[in-house]
């Protein structure tokens, strides 16, 4: 049988609206875990590499800093909404920062600035950065 009376586009449409900026706010969870990422990343290179440069306790740091990401992906995984493309930007994101800190800053600071905290709060501040950035732009779209 088909249905005589189609449904309302209007009212079709404001459903859609409101739906949409639920799904929004469901999802920016997301910029603070962005955010979390670059302060727990910026943590973990200026204690390791300025504050603890050798000895036991720069591998309790280093575990300390796993639990942090693990813990603080589990509180993603708790999440029911994710925005668009999230994976995505947490891929790039690491990628980036692991690879200007193993290849680019890391050993251009320790050559230069050995265990300056001055220089390796820089170094992890830049290399931070895409999490930061990739927060931004996650949050101007929202």
């Known amino acids: 049988m088909t249905d005589r009376n189609p449904p309302d586009p209007m009212a079709t449409l404001s459903g859609a609206s409101v739906a ?3 799904t929004r706010a469901a999802s920016r969870w997301f ?4 955010l979390l990422m670059g302060v727990l990343d910026f943590a973990l290179i200026v204690a390791t590499e300025a504050l ?3 000895g036991a306790a720069r591998y309790v740091v280093i ?6 990401v693990v ?3 589990w ?3 708790s999440h029911r909404v994710w925005p668009a493309k999230s994976g995505r930007h ?3 994101a690491t990628a980036i920062w692991f690879g200007t800190y193993l290849i680019v800053l890391g050993p251009l600071v320790r050559l230069w600035a ?3 905290l001055a220089w390796w709060s820089v170094a992890a501040a830049v290399t931070a950065s895409p999490f930061l950035i990739a927060a931004w732009w996650l949050r101007r779209r929202s």
Do not use: K, T
């Not at 575990?63 to 942090?68: D, G, K, P, Y």
């Open 20 to 22: 949409e900026r639920r």
């Open 71 to 73: 813990l603080l992906g």
């Open 63 to 68: 575990a300390a800093w796993a639990l942090a």
């Open 52 to 54: 603890l440069p050798s």
């Open 114 to 116: 050995d265990a300056s």
């Open 75 to 77: 509180w993603g995984d």
């Open 90 to 92: 947490v891929l790039i």
């Open 31 to 34: 910029v603070r875990y962005m």
